[in-house]
């Protein structure tokens, strides 16, 4: 139905800037979300931004507000994330996930329909 690629992890300095993407590609999103979240060894999955689909209103954890800017490219079917003035705890695993809701805002794992595989962020001090 629904697979979702991320790409754009690495390894960068505190203070650098990432790029994530992540391309979706099957079933087209009319409504609904897309967001990101991120895990970091012994610790749980947590939600970082969201951004609806039809409107593209965006919705960020308190934690990386300012920094990080989630975007989408509907032709595309293509959602970004651009990661500003990383610290070493933005180190995590980053996750894209879709969910199709009339209701589109969610900010939980439970409430995503489907998953990417993940793509590593390492930052260093």
């Known amino acids: 139905q629904v697979q979702l690629v991320e790409s754009g992890g690495g390894l960068v300095q505190a203070g650098g800037s990432l790029r994530l993407s992540c391309a979706a590609s099957g079933r087209t999103f009319s409504r609904g979300a897309m967001g990101w979240f991120r895990q970091a060894p012994g610790k749980e999955r947590e939600f970082v931004a969201a951004i609806t689909w039809s409107g593209g209103t965006p919705f960020y954890a308190d934690s990386v507000k300012g920094r990080f800017t989630i975007s989408r490219d509907r032709a595309k079917s293509t959602v970004y994330l651009q990661m500003n003035s990383l610290k070493p705890e933005d180190t995590a695993v980053y996750y894209c996930?879709?969910?199709?809701?009339?209701?589109?805002?969610?900010?939980?794992?439970?409430?995503?329909?489907?998953w990417g595989q993940g793509t590593q962020v390492t930052v260093s001090s």
């Open positions: 996930a879709a969910r199709f809701a009339i209701v589109e805002v969610a900010t939980t794992p439970r409430q995503y329909d489907y």
